[in-house]
């Protein structure tokens, strides 16, 4: 099964060159597009203040996160979660940006860039000319945007991971996939003899006066009476 993570980042600005930080990393592990249930969701310590614009972007304040761990106590827990899977990004450059950023600060080793995915670039060449923001795309493909009132790394991922499904096919890709399961499903039940015996046994149908005229029409036909002889059939 192809496994992915889906991350959003949220910050205390938009470039780390200038001294951003990163506050906020939100993951939802899919595998063949779909979610598996598994999350990874951390605050970050900035070790500096929050900034007026961006709290009133993502809500989060400096008694938040003051004392949550700082990047360097999470980023272990973070790659374990991602493992080898390709990343997937809303304008992933800058998520890319923070996470590189924020690793280099601790000496840890960056994810490939060849890994990261940009749902962004998808929509632009399926959707040319057009507002391809998340919120757009979320209303474009009808992903509801109740529980979101303020930006998060985690809802937000949970939004995108939707969307990417859309990007990658949509309903007819999810229908494609629940058939997949259901023939393995069936397949497997088969062979390991699964199907078991009806839960009502059917009556039989037959009359007496019918069997025994299938009975006599065998005997005088049949020379080789050994596969009847199975089902009841006397040979005498």
């Known amino acids: 099964m192809a496994r992915e993570i889906v991350l959003d980042t949220e910050t205390t600005g938009f470039d780390p060159k200038t001294g951003d930080r990163?506050?906020?990393?939100?993951?939802?592990?899919?595998?063949?597009?779909?979610?598996?249930g598994r999350t990874f969701h951390r605050f970050v310590n900035p070790e500096r203040l929050i900034p007026p614009d961006a709290i009133r972007v993502h809500g989060i304040t400096d008694d938040k996160v003051k004392d949550a761990p700082k990047f360097a106590e999470i980023v272990h827990d973070l790659m374990e979660f991602i493992g080898d899977a390709p990343v997937i990004a809303h304008n992933a450059r800058f998520d890319r940006n923070f996470i590189d950023h924020?690793?280099?600060?601790?000496?840890?080793?960056?994810?490939?860039?060849?890994?990261?995915?940009?749902?962004?670039?998808?929509?632009?060449?399926?959707?040319?000319?057009?507002a391809n923001s998340l919120d757009a795309l979320c209303k474009r493909f009808k992903v509801s945007l109740v529980e979101r009132t303020l930006h998060g790394a985690l809802i937000d991922a949970r939004l995108l991971a939707e969307v990417y499904l859309e990007l990658k096919g949509g309903k007819e890709r999810r229908l494609d996939l629940a058939s997949a399961t259901v023939s393995i499903s069936t397949a497997a039940g088969i062979a390991a003899g699964g199907h078991g015996p009806r839960p009502r046994p059917l009556q039989p149908r037959l009359t007496d006066a019918e069997r025994e005229a299938h009975v006599a029409f065998l005997k005088a036909t049949l020379k080789d009476r050994s596969l009847w002889e199975g089902y009841g059939l006397e040979a005498a």
């Open 102 to 130: 924020e690793c280099g600060r601790c000496a840890h080793p960056l994810i490939e860039e060849t890994r990261w995915i940009d749902t962004l670039e998808l929509a632009q060449r399926k959707f040319p000319g057009m």
């Open 22 to 36: 990163l506050i906020e990393v939100g993951c939802i592990e899919i595998e063949d597009l779909l979610p598996t």
